[in-house]
């Protein structure tokens, strides 16, 4: 067997078990979901187990920091994707629900209905608990879905399919529904992307070398890919507030998409708020690096390039910029950001509102941390991503974002003229 006749028999097996899932009832998908949270649940041990062997595989190739952070999974994380898959068995099934429907003129009923999209295939790198939630989402939505993890966390990808096809298998649901590659050849994602037979979306979670890989996919792509968050201090801003708001925004968990990764401040509150804010910073471990107005102001940050304002450190690592107007902010963030979540922190309602509309990012905050963009934090009970795209779905996708729809009409024996 070669990379090629794996990659596409395992896509294949997906293909086939799309229509049974698209056909599963709400209780086979809800009982699915109940059975994988207990599996996860009774397998922490060999979870933690299965995960120790990625860490020192990870340790050993020179890895370290945010990287293996993203790849940890210890009794919190395990607990949390557990809970996360209960929280999409409570919710609604979109499948079959109108979105919209309306009667013609000519007594034709027509309605718009949530259907599933068919096969996704998931390719995602670092962080195994990807595998569950892509899993729990995706089929409940009614699709088939690949998994293709990084190598780096082979081993745990591995166990938690297993017990991902044992669910599927005891609530009567084809395993071959979340299909599992494990082959770690990067020729893999080059046959998954020219495969349009069958694979339907890719949504691909990962650096800047997964995004080289996709281009020129044959297929449609909803990326998750760079998360160059900006917080904004308005001139108006609490500064408590923001202070509480930026050191969680960068340090809760700085190796996520979500992390604030640069600091705009208005000049008319810069010296009162960056002296207090640095401080915290840096008995948090965090690296600042600024332009030269903050560096007048914290002589300890390093002196921010051009290459900062555009970097994604993913680390405990701030850059932080000094800037005369809400204009200036908004027009920064437009060239530097990601367009993944912005904030201001402000009690002006017209900066408030000017920001809300001027920011053309998938989630913009006023007045709170970039960290709740999250399918969890949104109530999806899990995400497949957070997609920068503005065609199909922005921001965290849940359930709803893993389907399409078709139209039904309904007649009385209407012939068109």
Request: a neutral charge; hydrophobic letters at 45%.
């Amino acid at each position: 067997m070669t990379v090629e006749t794996d990659t596409t028999a395992a896509l294949a097996r997906a293909r086939a078990a799309a229509p049974g899932m698209a056909l599963a009832t709400t209780a086979a998908k809800n009982d699915f979901l109940r059975r994988l949270a207990s599996s996860i649940r009774d397998s922490r041990a060999e979870i933690i187990r299965a995960n120790a062997i990625d860490l020192e595989r990870a340790r050993k190739s020179g890895r370290g920091g945010a990287f293996v952070e993203r790849l940890t999974l210890d009794d919190k994380r395990i607990e949390a994707m557990a809970a996360g898959v209960l929280q999409v068995e409570a919710l609604a099934d979109p499948v079959g629900t109108a979105i919209e429907k309306w009667t013609r003129p000519n007594g034709l009923k027509i309605e718009k209905r949530r259907v599933p999209i068919g096969v996704i295939a998931m390719i995602y790198e670092s962080r195994p608990n990807v595998t569950v939630d892509a899993a729990a989402l995706t089929l409940k939505a009614g699709n088939a879905v690949v998994l293709r993890g990084g190598s780096e966390a082979l081993t745990s990808n591995g166990f938690l399919s297993g017990l991902i096809s044992h669910a599927l298998r005891g609530a009567g649901l084809n395993p071959d529904a979340a299909t599992f590659i494990r082959d770690p050849d990067r020729e893999v994602i080059q046959i998954m992307k020219r495969s349009r037979e069958l694979i339907d979306l890719i949504i691909p979670r990962g650096g800047k070398s997964l995004k080289e890989a996709l281009e020129g996919s044959a297929i449609a792509l909803l990326p998750h890919f760079d998360g160059i968050c900006h917080t904004y201090v308005d001139r108006a801003a609490d500064l408590k507030m923001a202070e509480e708001i930026c050191v969680n925004a960068k340090c809760s968990r700085p190796s996520v998409c979500n992390s604030m990764e640069k600091l705009l401040v208005h000049r008319e509150v810069a010296e009162k708020f960056l002296p207090s804010l640095a401080a915290r910073m840096t008995a948090a471990g965090v690296e600042l690096r600024g332009d030269d107005a903050t560096r007048k102001i914290v002589p300890a940050a390093r002196a921010a390039t051009d290459e900062d304002w555009d970097a994604e450190y993913l680390d405990l690592i701030l850059a932080v910029k000094v800037v005369d107007s809400i204009d200036e902010a908004i027009e920064f963030i437009a060239r530097h950001g990601s367009h993944l979540a912005d904030a201001i922190v402000t009690s002006d309602t017209h900066a408030a509102a000017r920001f809300e509309r001027e920011v053309d990012s998938a989630t913009v905050y006023v007045n709170a941390s970039t960290r709740f963009t999250d399918g969890f934090e949104f109530g999806f009970g899990a995400e497949t991503g957070i997609s920068t795209n503005r065609l199909h779905a922005r921001g965290p996708m849940g359930l709803n974002e893993l389907t399409t729809y078709k139209y039904v009409v309904g007649g009385t024996g209407q012939v068109r003229a």
